[in-house]
């Protein structure tokens, strides 16, 4: 591919590269949080059933033709449970647990911490995600805590979370191209999984423990 004309050409080379990014970042977040989730609802067997009990009647109906071809976006749109136990599952362990080296052209000042042009910083993204003032029960797996009718959507002292702390794709420019594919593609993948099979641990100690909580 590098030494293809059409690939080299204008910005096209560009281009091939940030879809290539979307699927290979995309497909590495979904294998890693969907192993997560398939941990967290073995010991979690209310919310499994939640997930199924959102999940079944429409699979059920898509299988009446072809489940593979039948169960279209449209149909998994609502599955908010499902999105939720996958963005909980980012959350107590992001694909990335701290971002890549930034840097400002210029002296900035954000809040009370001033940063100076051209030194690098990066982002504790285990942290955000763990931060107590932010969350309820941090190290509990909670779902609900992404559904804005839920108690544990605010913050301990019920007062609006930042979106900040929330950041398992980064955001803006620097928003990770696999987000909206990793998105999609769950609300079909985790469906299916617990549609077509039953989890369990080999072994009783293999309870599931977040690598920042080990």
């Given at each position: 591919?590098?030494?293809?004309?059409?690939?080299?050409?204008?910005?096209?080379?560009?281009?091939?590269?940030?879809?290539?990014?979307?699927?290979?970042?995309?497909?590495?977040?979904?294998?890693?949080?969907?192993?997560?989730?398939?941990?967290?609802?073995?010991?979690?067997?209310?919310?499994?059933?939640?997930?199924?009990?959102?999940?079944?009647?429409?699979?059920?109906?898509?299988?009446?033709?072809?489940?593979?071809?039948?169960?279209?976006?449209?149909?998994?749109?609502?599955?908010?449970?499902?999105?939720?136990?996958?963005?909980?599952?980012?959350?107590?362990?992001?694909?990335?647990?701290?971002?890549?080296?930034?840097?400002?052209?210029?002296?900035?000042?954000?809040?009370?911490?001033?940063?100076?042009?051209?030194?690098?910083?990066?982002?504790?993204?285990?942290?955000?995600?763990?931060?107590?003032?932010?969350?309820?029960?941090?190290?509990?797996?909670?779902?609900?805590?992404?559904?804005?009718?839920s108690?544990?959507?605010?913050?301990?002292?019920?007062?609006?979370?930042?979106?900040?702390?929330?950041?398992?794709?980064?955001?803006?420019?620097?928003v990770?191209?696999g987000?909206?594919?990793?998105?999609?593609?769950?609300?079909?993948?985790?469906?299916?999984?617990?549609?077509?099979?039953?989890?369990?641990?080999?072994?009783?100690?293999?309870?599931?423990?977040?690598?920042?909580?080990?």
């Amino acid at each position: 591919m590098s030494n293809d004309e059409f690939y080299l050409s204008n910005d096209t080379g560009r281009l091939v590269d940030d879809i290539l990014v979307m699927f290979i970042a995309g497909m590495e977040t979904i294998q890693i949080s969907t192993t997560n989730v398939i941990q967290h609802l073995i010991e979690e067997p209310d919310m499994k059933k939640r997930l199924l009990d959102e999940t079944e009647a429409v699979l059920l109906e898509a299988e009446k033709t072809n489940l593979v071809e039948g169960l279209t976006a449209e149909m998994v749109e609502n599955f908010n449970f499902t999105r939720n136990c996958f963005y909980e599952a980012l959350r107590m362990d992001a694909p990335t647990s701290v971002s890549g080296a930034a840097s400002f052209s210029e002296d900035v000042k954000i809040g009370k911490v001033n940063f100076t042009k051209d030194i690098g910083f990066t982002l504790m993204i285990f942290l955000m995600h763990m931060d107590p003032d932010e969350w309820i029960f941090p190290k509990q797996f909670l779902p609900d805590r992404f559904d804005s009718n839920s108690e544990y959507y605010l913050r301990p002292d019920q007062t609006k979370r930042s979106p900040l702390t929330f950041n398992p794709f980064l955001g803006g420019k620097r928003v990770c191209l696999g987000k909206s594919f990793a998105e999609i593609t769950v609300r079909h993948t985790l469906p299916l999984l617990f549609h077509f099979l039953d989890f369990e641990f080999a072994e009783a100690n293999q309870k599931y423990t977040p690598y920042h909580m080990a």
